[in-house]
Each structure stands twice: as C-alpha cells, then as structure tokens.
C-alpha cells in the first residue's frame, strides 16, 4: 500500500460522470463523497513498523510503498515536486534494494518513481529500499542525500475447501468428479499453485481441472474420473505448499461410496448474507420431488424452501436461524433414477448471527447546497459507527481536480484537512436493531462548515468493541482500545482513523489470515 494516498482509493465510489468538471470553476456546489469500509483494531504489527518520513526528507519525499504489501506489488516513491525530466537514463542508479531484486526502475508519472520486479518478491520478507537524491535535487541540507524506508510482504496461507461430489453423467453413476477451493493469502502463479496439490485414486493420479480468479487468490479445482464402483473408494488429496513459500503440507483422504450406497455426505451453512443450508448427498437429486416434511430443522415451524442442483439441496429458511440446530434429512429422498434414501441422518450445525458491517445506500452523491445534508447508511449488529470528515477547502479545488478525479484520495494533506471526528450511538437512533440490517440516517448539515463550494469526504466505519455480535466467551475488553478522544491537533493526517487500517493482510499481535471470516 501506498502510504499517505492510496489505502482507501478503493473504497471511494466511482463518479465518473464528474470527470469533465476537472478543467471547470465550481460555483455554489458541494459536493459529498459517502465511503464505507470496516474498521479493524489499530494495532500495530508486533514484529515489524515502518517509520516515518525523516523532517529534513519532508521537503522531498511526499510518499512511499509502505507496510504490508502483496509480493506482486511494484515499490513506488512519489516526490514533492516534478523530477522526471531531471533524470532520464540509468534510473535504476536512483533505488536499490535489499534483499536484491532484479527489475525495472521507471518514471511512473512526473513525480513518482517505480520499480517493477521481474519475478514477484519473497513472501513474509522484510525488504530495505534507498533512494539517491543528489541527481534529482540541487543544494540537499546535510543528512538529506539519501532516502531509506522499508516494507514487508505478507505471509503466504493455503486453504483447501472441499465442496464434494459431482456427477459427471447422470446415466452413470460409475462417474464422478470431486469439487473444491484454494484459497491463498497472496497471489500465486496458475502452473504454480496446480503444481502443490494432486488427486490420486487406487495409487493412480487422477487430471485435475483449474478456473483461477483475476486477483490470483481463488482457485477451483475439480477432481476429473473418479470411480465409482460396487464398494467404497478413497481419493486422496493432497497438497505442499513448499514451492510457493506456504508452510502448509497435509493429505485429505476423501470417501467415495459404492454405487449401492445413496447418502448425505455432508451439511454445512452458507457463508453468504442470505442464509441457506447446503446438504451434499452421493447421488444427483430428482428435481420434481416435493421435499416438505423429507427434510427440516428441529423447532423450525416457519416455510423452508428448496432448490435442487445435481447432488445439492440449498435449503432456505423463510426467517433467519440462530442457534445450535439439529437438520433432519429423512428416508424417501429420491435420487436421479428413483431410487430411494434408505437411512434417515442427522446433523447438528451451529447458526451464528449476520456478521457486523456498514453499507452504504444506493451511490456516492454530489449534492447542492441546502436545508439538510442527509447520509444514509445501512448496519448491522453495531451498536456505534465512527464518522470522520475530510474537508477540500473551495480555493483548492482546482489544485486538487489536478491529480484527482472527485472520488480521489491523492495528495490530500495540499488541499484540505479533517474538520470532525465522531462516534454516532446507533442504539439512539433505534432501539430494534438486534440480527438484522437496519437503516439509519446521519444529518451532516450541524457536522460541516457552511461552504458551499467545498468538496466533503464522508468516511464511516466501526471498532471491534461496536459490535453485538455474541463471540461467546471472548472478552472485547482485551482489545484495550481507547475512546473516541481527539484533539484539533490531531487532525492534519488526512487519513485520519483509517489509515491503520490493514484489512486482512494485517498482522495484529493475535491475527492470522485463516481468522479472516471470523468478527472476534
């Protein structure tokens, strides 16, 4: 990430249709900018911190790739002033880096440098940078020739999720295929990752088929010609991930049942707002069944509705479940060909409550001066939000449509500050709140300055210790943060309360990427 004007660009809403205003005076506008994200404890990393911008740099150096970055990301550092035309040849005289790496040193635009490695870098890697500065600048005060900083590259993680069988002819039953998802932390190369992990059937491997998505993080598999025959077969998967730099290595035997054999082979929940239950039997389903009464939740009364998918049931509650629940899938299920489940099963699964969030409604807005400046937003099993503006004062406008569009988030600190920080009691605003998405509204007239030609940046997000979400016997009061407490002087970070934030590549003193779906 870039540090000082990159962390939130992606959360800022798109608003293209205010591009051609870029070369234009605005007269009697304001415009407000809605940004949503989540917002995680602000601890620091106990093993690594990248420090701050030396005071006889600041004059030279606005910005730099800092903390916690994909090893696929190209290092930049963004100068003050425009500097491209000072030096055009033998940039790659300007950075060096350690732990060497080979690359390409370029101009990325008149005042950013940019090295782009030829292979991506080393995983969970502290890497130190140097910047020369006496080719770019005339007259440097003493102890400002050359400029240092570091960064470190996330820890590499697999995860390997099962979803099971899949008929690959519903006349042949003799043909299955097995389906699933690795997930990796980092990018990953395609023929890398394919290379970790295989399938082997009776001693034999078995071809495995890929779908890779665009960010190189999720992958499909399946398992192509697995047997089925007249007893119980066992496929293999296993999986190294030496050779990607994740020190994970396990084998997951995985059970085939006989051709005479039609059963559930597992029940799990959803991991989606709407809640279903996926139960995964051996044989594809006959679609046409009416599966009322074949399959229910114990003390569930209300309507459940079904939908089959080849060797799925996805059974969705007509009101939301909490709880442990004990799902019952009962003898007279029909498969493909007729034939009927003979065993009844049992399944107790435990149902946790919609995870906290903070949405926002609809899309970001550009809206005129008037009587009420009204910002709504959606939460859910939050207690509080924080609320922090960021105010583009009218006579810098023009300066700050130079680098940005009016969703940008670059070089804020020359154009504006934070004028307000709040925390807003949702608990006051509504008092039946509990499990499910509501909606609140924030009148931002009393909050800003009354301008009507400036531009507002609206950020909202949540700490841990706003959430209602029950985590047992976990003690939020271990997260030790503090209250919303701030003073004026505080307020020249243009980031503000979020730019500690650190999403899932974080590595708090007690979190771990496989913690990533889990609020406590």
């Not at 290092?75 to 005289?93: C, D, H, N, W, Y």
């Not at 890697?125 to 910047?131: G, I, R, S």
Request: glycine share 4%.
């Amino acid at each position: 990430m870039l540090k000082n004007f990159t962390k939130l660009k992606r959360f800022l809403l798109k608003l293209n249709i205010m591009k051609t205003l870029k070369n234009l005076f605005i007269p009697s506008l304001t415009a407000i900018i809605f940004i949503t994200i989540s917002f995680a404890c602000n601890k620091k990393p106990a093993s690594y911190a990248s420090a701050a911008i030396a005071p006889e740099l600041s004059a030279y150096i606005y910005a730099y790739t800092s903390g916690i970055i994909s090893k696929a990301n190209p290092i930049k550092v963004r100068f003050t002033q425009p500097v491209a035309s000072t030096m055009e040849k033998g940039l790659e005289r300007l950075l060096k880096i350690t732990p060497a790496v080979s690359g390409e040193v370029t101009w990325f635009d008149e005042q950013t440098l940019q090295f782009t490695p030829n292979t991506t870098l080393k995983s969970n890697t502290v890497y130190n940078a140097t910047v020369d500065l006496k080719p770019l600048f005339a007259n440097l005060p003493s102890g400002a020739d050359k400029f240092q900083f570091n960064f470190k590259t996330r820890e590499q993680f697999i995860d390997v999720a099962v979803d099971g069988l899949i008929a690959a002819d519903f006349s042949d039953l003799s043909k299955q295929k097995i389906a699933g998802v690795i997930y990796t932390s980092d990018v990953v190369n395609a023929e890398e990752l394919e290379a970790i992990f295989a399938a082997r059937q009776a001693n034999a491997a078995l071809p495995v088929e890929w779908s890779h998505s665009d960010n190189q993080m999720t992958h499909t598999f399946l398992v192509n010609n697995v047997e089925r025959g007249k007893e119980r077969k066992t496929v293999d998967l296993q999986w190294d991930g030496k050779n990607i730099e994740a020190n994970q290595k396990a084998s997951l035997p995985f059970t085939v049942p006989s051709l005479d054999e039609f059963t559930v082979m597992d029940v799990r929940n959803s991991a989606t707002e709407e809640q279903y239950i996926a139960i995964n039997f051996s044989d594809p389903i006959q679609a046409d069944q009416d599966l009322n009464g074949l399959i229910n939740i114990s003390g569930y009364n209300e309507r459940l509705r079904f939908l089959v998918d080849g060797n799925q049931v996805r059974l969705y509650p007509s009101s939301r479940v909490l709880g442990s629940k004990t799902i019952n899938v009962l003898q007279g299920i029909k498969n493909i060909n007729g034939k009927r489940m003979e065993k009844a099963t049992i399944w107790q699964l435990q149902f946790d409550d919609v995870k906290p969030k903070v949405k926002l409604v609809g899309n970001g807005v550009i809206l005129p001066n008037s009587n009420g400046l009204i910002f709504p937003f959606d939460a859910v099993n939050l207690n509080a939000v924080e609320v922090e503006i960021f105010k583009v004062f009218n006579n810098n406008i023009l300066q700050f449509l130079q680098t940005n569009d009016l969703d940008g988030n670059y070089d804020l600190r020359r154009v504006g500050r934070i004028i307000m920080r709040k925390k807003i009691d949702l608990t006051q605003m509504s008092s039946q709140a509990n499990g499910a998405w509501t909606r609140y509204a924030i009148d931002l007239k009393p909050l800003i300055d009354d301008d009507p030609k400036a531009i507002y940046q609206v950020r909202i997000g949540f700490r841990p210790e706003y959430a209602t979400y029950f985590c047992g016997d976990f003690d939020k009061s271990s997260l030790n943060l503090t209250t919303l407490e701030y003073e004026e002087e505080n307020y020249n970070d243009e980031e503000g309360f979020f730019g500690d934030w650190y999403g899932i590549n974080g590595y708090y003193n007690e979190y771990r990427w496989e913690h990533r779906e889990d609020p406590c």
